[in-house]
């Protein structure tokens, strides 16, 4: 489906709109439709036609798709796992509902093809801690988590009964210094990057060793855009895919290599238990030998390149 006109639902957002863009350089800007609730940055804007869209109406969704014929739809709008202990009935709204319209939509043939993210938050704490497997016990303990381990079961229901072409991936947390993160438990790995080169000090709401499973957003694109057009086996997976796991603490020792008098203080707050319930590493071989899943950032080479941009 390479000269098919995709559609991005929630294309503002961290990973929404640099998604945005990498489509509309690998194929043309009129064959990638953005669409958020709110307008997104200027880049994002100026590149491309944007259309304001709210991923919890069905209607608004297929007027768009219609509209500009659409045939995949990538829907990234999501409350994540902070914003959404706040807000739980909004949250499962938004994450549950325009999943079911999506898929219903392709259900009903309207679209052909379409991308969800699910996420590391769908294990607990009866997971294994350390390179979590593919197939395991599933318990979230948040709101956003409950709601991706049920979407991935839709998901796997709608191809599984009526042939729903549906893929997706299990992101870790993303880091980027183009977008703001939007309210998740691995945020401190984006914030801390800033208040680096601004103040030169950071406090962290994790404590200094909690480790988490970690990707650099280019990765995080790469894997998205490889799965999407792989030839994969008939059963639906949410795939675990994996880059780079660290602590506070060894993120703070990657930046004072550039700026050696950095300094960190660590204050964990609420989301401390967020994370703890997370793994710690991921295994991602499944995705391997799937459709040949490979990351290409290291700590050492995304601190780099994070405080190399934020700087201009």
Known sequence: MKNSIKLIIGAAGQIGTELTLKLREMHTNSS??????REGNDELMH????EVLDATDKIAIQAVVEKHHISEVYLMAAMLSVTAEKHPKKAWDLNMNSLLHVLELAKEGVIKKVFWPSSIAVFGNSSPPIYTPQKTILEPTTVYGISKLAGENWCAYYKDKYNVDVRSVRYPGIISWKTKPGGGTTDYAVEIYHKALADGSYECFLAENTRLPMMYMDDA????VNLVNADLPKTFTSYNIAAIDFTPSEIAKSILKYIPAFK????????QKI???WPESIDDSQAKRDWSWQHTFSLERMTEVMLENLKK
């Open 221 to 224: 694109i790469k894997a998205t």
């Open 47 to 50: 590149s491309g036609t944007f």
């Open 264 to 271: 960190i203080k660590y204050s964990p707050d609420f989301r």
């Open 275 to 277: 994370a703890e319930s």
């Open 32 to 37: 990638v439709i953005a669409s958020d609730i």
